[in-house]
């Protein structure tokens, strides 16, 4: 038993590789040790990828399926649908960035954290840029996003209101437009 759950470290700790060495602003020094998908992926790697941390963004009305079992305070859960109109009653306000950079903020140095979205991967792979760029520039951020989830397509709206409360005055929205990307190029000066 004890060499099974040894193994499965191991093999977390290959899929989670960090981002960074560590990030000096990061609370807790957590090196960005992330894997973003959708909850079928989810679902059916839950055993394999073994989050110590979640993330779950779904729309109201929506039910999160036989997901990874993790105590309250170790999984969060976003309610906004994929909605790219700010008016539509179901779209992303910003006081939900506001508790998934929060939840980061807490996330421990040797946190395992897993983002994924119900319905595709828009929502997941937005927020997840808009965490990346916390810790470096958006062209550094688009490229570690595509790194970790090359077809991406970042839901614009999610992505501008992280752009927002970075205030990065749009350099992280024109590069959720580069994506979906088959070969990554680094951004023309």
């Not at 602003?25 to 073994?50: D, F, L, Y």
């Not at 079992?69 to 992303?92: C, I, M």
């Not at 839901?155 to 990065?168: A, E, K, P, Y």
């Amino acid at each position: 038993m004890a060499l099974a759950a040894e193994r499965q470290e191991k093999q977390a700790e290959a899929l989670y590789a960090p981002l960074l060495a560590t990030d000096t602003a990061h609370p807790n020094g957590w090196p960005v040790r992330m894997i973003v998908a959708s909850q079928t992926e989810a679902r059916h790697n839950k055993a394999i990828w073994a989050p110590s941390h979640l993330i779950s963004i779904r729309a109201p009305g929506t039910k999160l399926l036989s997901m990874i079992d993790l105590p309250a305070e170790r999984h969060l859960e976003l309610l906004f649908g994929d909605a790219t109109d700010p008016d539509e009653a179901d779209a992303a306000k910003p006081a939900h960035i506001e508790r998934a950079f929060a939840f980061v903020d807490g996330l421990p140095q040797d946190a395992h954290l897993l983002i994924h979205c119900l319905r595709g991967i828009g929502r997941s792979t937005a927020l997840t840029l808009g965490i990346l760029a916390r810790t470096m520039e958006p062209e550094d951020a688009a490229a570690a996003l595509h790194g970790l989830r090359p077809e991406a397509k970042p839901n614009r709206h999610v992505t501008g209101l992280c752009d927002t409360m970075l205030g990065l005055k749009g350099r992280l929205a024109k590069q959720a437009l580069r994506f979906p990307a088959k070969v990554w190029k680094p951004a023309k000066s």
